[in-house]
């Protein structure tokens, strides 16, 4: 993207992430409120990411797991059903009941909204990676580090866990490559559609 394409993609996600956290506010009271009668912990879990260029950043989610499921995670590793790199379970054991809910909705993601307002992520783009599984990046998949990581992305409407590992860092290179207003909004409308039907959730 050139300077102006720049500016246009961060105006709207300074517009839209502010608009939508104050719109959105009363919904993100009632879900921290679940969430705290739901199961002991915090409201918020975060972790850090790599964003563009590689820079680490505390991404911010709706907890939806136990308090201790970072710890085990390394007993879960070799049943991970996700493409590549990416750790995916269809039935996590760790997932609390409420969390089923948040993540079959896309629910969890919204704090992420602040990452958005702070610059750290777009509305639109590649998803924010581990930066574990950046280590393991070759020099063609590095490429996907160099646009801010979204809260949404072309590989997210497009099969999410039903893709390879392939052709999730193909959507997010050809996103990269061809980025367009008209993208980041076919982009917005299509992971709206899929939040309300909890299409391709897991």
């Not at 980041?184 to 709206?192: A, G, K, Q, Y």
Request: net charge positive; charged share 25%; aromatic share 10%.
């Amino acid at each position: 993207m050139d300077r102006v394409q720049r500016t246009i993609k961060r105006s709207i996600d300074i517009v839209l992430s502010s608009v939508l956290l104050i719109l959105l506010s009363p919904l993100l009271l009632g879900v921290a409120l679940w969430i705290k009668r739901d199961s002991e912990g915090g409201v918020l879990f975060k972790q850090i990411r790599s964003g563009r260029n590689g820079r680490l950043f505390t991404c911010w989610k709706f907890r939806t797991m136990a308090m201790d499921a970072e710890e085990r995670r390394a007993e879960l590793e070799h049943l991970s059903e996700g493409p590549g790199l990416l750790f995916k379970l269809r039935e996590d054991p760790r997932i609390t009941k409420a969390g089923r809910t948040l993540r079959r909705y896309s629910l969890d993601e919204l704090p992420q909204l602040y990452n958005v307002l702070r610059g750290e992520m777009s509305l639109v783009g590649p998803r924010p990676a581990l930066p574990s599984e950046v280590e393991q990046y070759d020099d063609w998949v590095r490429n996907r580090l160099k646009a801010k990581p979204g809260m949404t992305g072309l590989w997210q409407v497009s099969g999410r866990t039903e893709t390879s590992f392939s052709d999730y860092v193909r959507y997010d290179l050809f996103y990269i490559q061809n980025w367009s207003l008209s993208l980041d909004l076919w982009i917005m409308w299509r992971t709206f559609r899929a939040a309300i039907s909890a299409e391709g959730a897991h």
